[in-house]
């Protein structure tokens, strides 16, 4: 368990400590796919659903969400978040992708608050979409990079890289390999 940081010697839960922590700025990027009928999509972009502007609406709940990620998450550090930044973009006629970027200068990063931002903004989207279409689906929230503390700094596509220049074995989990979702050979 001593590999989990949310867990102490005996197995039991805890907050990590983070007072000993030198502040330094942190920096998180997340995404996320919400894939939908083209027709939706069509309905977002000309703003014509009946409850309104979807994206402002999602980018306000991401921005809200982001601010209390330490209220839902029970071992996640309450944070004062500097900037909140959520973005939309079609990758598709059938997806839109949300990516947020979250910034503070504190002792623990802010990984959570961003993919909190992009999971309750992608979940606005379909609250404000399913009277017209109930297909639609959200996928692949995942943290895309993140800077500062004791880590340094982490981007997704490095990752994966480094994880494929892996032995084969070494990835193995219950006969599968895969590093990030990709099956290795």
Do not use: W
């Not at 989990?4 to 998180?28: Q, W, Y």
């Not at 071992?75 to 990758?91: W, Y």
């Not at 994966?160 to 892996?166: P, T, V």
Request: charged fraction near 25%.
């Amino acid at each position: 368990m001593s590999d989990l940081s949310h867990f102490d010697e005996s197995g039991a839960s805890r907050m990590v400590d983070v007072s000993g922590k030198e502040s330094t700025l942190r920096m998180a990027r997340a995404s996320g796919l919400v894939m939908m009928d083209p027709a939706t999509l069509a309905l977002i972009a000309d703003r014509r659903l009946a409850k309104g502007d979807v994206l402002e609406v999602a980018r306000l709940a991401g921005i809200m969400a982001a601010k209390r990620t330490g209220e839902l998450i029970p071992l996640c550090h309450p944070l004062g978040l500097d900037s909140v930044e959520i973005g939309f973009s079609t990758v598709c006629p059938e997806a839109i992708r949300i990516e947020a970027v979250v910034k503070t200068c504190g002792k623990t990063g802010v990984e959570m608050e961003a993919l909190t931002a992009v999971s309750i903004s992608a979940l606005t989207v379909y609250d404000m979409c399913k009277a017209v279409d109930r297909n639609m689906s959200i996928t692949r929230i995942q943290l895309e990079e993140k800077t500062g503390g004791r880590r340094g700094h982490f981007r997704r596509e490095e990752a994966i890289a480094e994880a494929l220049r892996q032995p084969s074995g070494a990835l193995e989990t219950q006969g599968e390999a895969s590093a990030f979702g990709k099956t290795v050979a």
